[in-house]
């Protein structure tokens, strides 16, 4: 397990400590309690991945698509918080996404929890305080 501490001006440098240990096209499940900082750190890994900065929250779309800026696909980003069964992230499509060689960002995972596969990547963020968060990464 390994654990990174950052302000918000070190975001970039531990979005891309995490990129660089982890495999390409890994599902990322980012747990964290509300304001940890979440949807800030998914920005921050789109823009490490060369990817258009407008990343953004989708609680309101549930899921969100970014690309490239030569239009390729990136990834999709899902926020899970306003579900309120599993049984809605299928009616997304959730099994399809998930195949897709890409990569995906899960928020609050745990309302989906039996979607995923076993090869998803649980990162946890936790507030250390107003501008301090610390990332626990587990061993790969």
């Given amino acids: 397990m390994q654990k990174i501490i950052y302000t918000k001006k070190e975001i970039g440098a531990a979005a891309k400590k995490v990129i660089s240990t982890i495999p390409e096209h890994s599902i990322l499940c980012l747990n964290g309690n509300?304001?940890?900082?979440?949807?800030?750190?998914?920005?921050?890994?789109?823009?490490?991945?060369?990817?258009?900065?407008?990343?953004y929250?989708?609680?309101?779309?549930?899921?969100?698509?970014?690309?490239?800026?030569?239009?390729?696909?990136?990834?999709?980003?899902?926020?899970?918080?306003r579900l309120n069964n599993p049984e809605e992230a299928?009616?997304?499509?959730?099994?399809?996404?998930?195949?897709?060689?890409?990569?995906?960002?899960?928020?609050?995972?745990?309302?989906?929890?039996?979607?995923?596969?076993?090869?998803c990547i649980d990162l946890h963020l936790?507030?250390?305080d107003p501008i301090t968060r610390e990332l626990t990464l587990p061993a790969l």
Wanted: aromatic share 14%; net charge negative; charged share 25%.
């Fill in 126 to 128: 936790k507030i250390l």
């Fill in 57 to 81: 929250s989708p609680t309101f779309g549930i899921v969100n698509e970014y690309r490239c800026p030569n239009g390729d696909l990136l990834g999709y980003h899902f926020d899970f918080y």
């Fill in 90 to 119: 299928l009616d997304l499509g959730l099994e399809d996404y998930l195949t897709e060689d890409v990569w995906i960002f899960i928020e609050w995972p745990e309302k989906v929890g039996e979607l995923l596969p076993d090869e």
């Fill in 34 to 55: 509300m304001g940890a900082g979440k949807t800030t750190f998914i920005k921050a890994l789109v823009k490490q991945l060369g990817g258009e900065e407008q990343a």
